[in-house]
C-alpha cells in the first residue's frame, strides 16, 4: 500500500523550529517537521506530549511563539486559520465543529463558498463526485443532528476535500471515534489521498494503524521531537512505543479468572423497550442483570442503541416498558439524582462536550460531581481538597494533571483521564462506562483497563461499552451483543469467542 519514492518529493510544508508556550509550560520546543505530496506523515505521543499544539499552529489556530514555516520555498504565516486556509491546509478535528440545525450541504456551503460562489446543484454535485472518488458516503439533504459520529468526520473531510486549493490535510485523531469497519474505510481513503498527492499528517495513538499507512512518522514526548524517520517498517512498533514512553514502561493487563460464579444481582432490567430521541423504539425485549464484582461487556456496532441504554440505567431517559431495579428497588421514575444515591457513576462517550464547565479547574469539577470535599468553616477547604486529589490512587495511577488546572485546556486524553479518576475515587456500586480507552495512550489504556479490574474486585459491577472486542475480552467477565433491536445474551467470556461475538455484532439472532 505504502508508496516508494526513489527521490524524495519536495516538501508542501516545512516547518523548523517551532515552540509555543502556555504560561510556564511549553507545549512544543523547537519542532521540526516536513510534510510531502504523496506522504503520510504519522505523529505519535503520549496524551499531553504537544501533538494537537502543533497541529494547531500548521492550521493557524495558535501563533508559535518562535521557528518559522516555509511552503513554496517561501516563509508562510499561517496564524489565523483563514491564512492556513489560504495557504491550502486543512483540518479535521477531534471535536466536530458543526452547527446541528444544518444539511450537510448547508455546512459544506458555508465553509466552501465565501470566496468563490458556488451554485447549491453545482455544490450538490461536486459533493457527490468527491464522496464517490473517496468513499465518503454522505447524503447531502442530511440534518447534521441526524448524523453518527463517523458520518460527521466524513462531512468534515468533504468539507476539507473542496475548500479551495486544499494541499495538506491534517487529521487529529480521526479513528477514535469509528468503528473496526469504518477504520478500514478509513485506512483505503488515506491511500487514495496519498495517490492524489495530498500532504497528510496524521495523529493516532494506535501503532497498527501508523505500521499499516505511514510513510513518515515523529514522535512527541513532552513537547520535544524525540525521533523522526522517514521510514515505517511492520516491524518498529516496540520502538515507537518507547520512544512514546521514554523510561517509563508498559504494565500488562491482568485478570484472575472469576468465571462460573453466581454473584449477588444489583441492577436488573426486566422486558425493557428502550426508546430513541424521537420516539422510535431502539431496543425491545431487554434482559440484562448486573452482578456485584462482575464485568459485564457490551459488544455491538455503534449506533444499535448503546448509548439509549447507558443512558436509561443512568436516569437521563425513561425506560419505554418493563422494569428496572437497583438492589430490589424499582427505578422506572428515578431522576439521576437519585441513581447517583443509589449507587450508579456513568462516564459517557463524549467527555470533553458533557462533562467539561468552561472556565472550571480541574479539583472544581471533582467537588461539583460530589465527591467528598474537606470544609473549613462554611467553606470548601481547598488546599485539602487539592492534596486529597493528589494522594488518590486513582488520579496518581492515571498520571492525573494538577487539580488546580483548568479543565477546558487540558489535552483531550488528559480530559479523559479527569473523567475516568473521578468515577473511579467514587468506588460506586454500579459503573456505567462508555469507551474508557477513547483518546487515551497506549500506557493510560493499560492503567484504565487494570484500574477497571481492580475495581470490579473490590465488588464494583461494571457495564463496560466499547468498539474494541480485545479490550472486551481482557476486561469483562460476561458479554451481551447489541444488535437488531435486541440485546443477546449473556455470554460467559471464556465459553466464546471474538468471531462468534463478530458474528452475532453482524448478523444478530441467526448466527
Ligand atoms: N489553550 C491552552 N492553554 C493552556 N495549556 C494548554 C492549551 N492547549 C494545550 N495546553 C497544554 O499543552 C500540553 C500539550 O497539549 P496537547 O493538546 O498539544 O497534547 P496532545 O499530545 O495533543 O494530547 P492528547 O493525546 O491527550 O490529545 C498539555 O499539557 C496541555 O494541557
Known amino acids: 500500500m505504502k508508496t516508494d519514492h526513489p527521490v524524495k518529493p519536495a516538501y508542501l510544508l516545512r516547518a523548523a523550529g517551532l515552540t509555543k508556550r502556555f504560561g510556564s509550560l511549553t507545549a512544543n520546543e523547537g519542532i521540526d517537521l516536513e510534510v510531502r505530496p504523496g506522504q503520510i ?40 486559520p483563514s491564512r492556513a486556509r489560504a495557504k491550502g491546509i486543512g483540518m479535521v478535528f477531534q471535536d466536530f465543529r458543526l452547527i446541528p440545525a444544518m444539511t450537510v450541504l448547508e455546512s459544506i456551503a458555508l465553509a466552501v463558498e465565501s470566496g468563490f460562489a458556488l451554485r447549491r446543484k453545482q455544490l450538490r454535485a461536486r459533493i457527490l463526485e468527491v464522496s464517490r472518488k473517496y468513499g465518503l458516503a454522505v447524503d447531502p439533504d442530511a440534518y ?24 495538506v490535510i491534517i487529521f487529529d485523531e480521526p479513528t477514535s471515534v469509528l468503528v473496526p469497519q469504518e477504520v478500514e474505510k478509513f485506512l ?30 515523529s514522535v512527541l514526548r513532552a513537547g520535544r521531537m524525540v525521533y523522526q524517520s522517514d521510514q515505517v517498517d511492520s516491524g518498529d512498533g516496540d520502538k515507537l512505543i518507547s520512544a512514546m514512553m521514554g523510561e517509563k514502561t508498559l504494565n500488562p493487563v491482568t485478570k484472575q479468572g472469576m468465571h462460573g460464579e453466581e454473584r449477588e444481582p444489583i441492577l436488573q432490567l426486566k422486558d425493557g423497550t428502550i426508546r430513541g430521541d424521537h420516539g422510535e423504539p431502539v431496543l425491545e425485549g431487554v434482559h440484562l442483570t448486573l452482578r456485584k464484582s462482575e464485568i459485564t461487556g457490551v459488544a455491538g456496532i455503534s449506533g444499535n442503541g448503546q448509548r439509549e441504554l447507558a443512558e436509561v440505567l443512568f436516569g437521563l431517559r425513561k425506560l419505554g416498558t418493563g422494569e428496572l431495579t437497583i438492589a430490589s428497588a424499582v427505578m422506572n421514575d428515578a431522576s439521576t439524582k437519585e441513581f447517583m444515591e443509589a449507587g450508579v457513576t456513568f462516564v459517557s462517550e463524549d467527555p470533553i462536550k458533557e462533562s467539561v464547565i468552561p472556565g472550571f479547574s480541574i479539583l472544581e469539577h471533582m467537588i461539583l460531581d460530589g465527591i467528598e470535599a474537606p470544609v473549613k468553616g462554611a467553606n470548601i477547604d481547598w488546599a485539602r481538597a487539592q492534596k486529597l486529589l493528589e494522594d488518590s490512587e486513582e488520579a496518581r495511577a492515571l498520571a492525573l494533571a494538577d487539580g488546580s488546572r483548568r479543565a477546558d485546556q487540558l489535552s483531550g486524553g488528559n480530559v479523559q483521564r479527569m473523567v475516568l479518576s473521578r468515577a473511579l475515587i467514587r468506588k460506586p456500586d454500579i459503573l456505567i462506562i462508555s469507551y474508557p480507552s477513547r483518546g487515551l495512550d497506549i500506557g493510560t489504556t493499560r492503567t484504565i483497563q487494570q484500574q477497571l479490574i481492580e475495581l470490579a474486585k473490590q465488588g464494583t459491577a461494571v457495564l463496560l ?7 472486551l475480552f481482557k476486561l469483562s467477565d460476561r458479554l451481551v451483543v447489541l444488535s437488531g433491536k435486541k440485546l443477546l445474551g449473556p455470554y460467559d467470556t471464556h465459553e466464546t469467542d471474538v468471531s462468534r461475538i463478530g458474528e452475532r455484532m453482524l448478523k444478530g439472532e441467526s448466527a
Not at 41 to 66: Q, R, W
Not at 144 to 167: F, H
Request: glycine content about 8%; charged content about 30%.
Open 188 to 217: 483505503d481513503m488515506l491511500d487514495k489521498l496519498r495517490k492524489d498527492r495530498y500532504g497528510i499528517l496524521l495523529i493516532t495513538h494506535k501503532i497498527n494503524e501508523v505500521l499499516a499507512c505511514a510513510d513518515q512518522v
Open 41 to 80: 506523515h504519522a505523529i505519535l505521543g503520549e496524551n499531553g506530549a504537544g501533538k494537537s499544539t502543533l497541529m494547531k499552529m500548521l492550521y493557524g489556530v495558535y501563533e508559535p511563539d518562535e521557528g518559522t514555516v516555509l511552503m513554496d520555498g517561501e516563509p508562510a504565516v499561517l496564524y489565523p
Open 465 to 471: 461499552f466499547s468498539e474494541d472486542l480485545d479490550e
Open 144 to 167: 447534521v443532528w441526524q448524523l453518527d459520529l463517523g458520518q460527521r468526520q466524513r462531512l468534515e473531510i468533504v468539507k476539507v476535500l473542496l475548500a479551495p486549493g486544499t494541499r
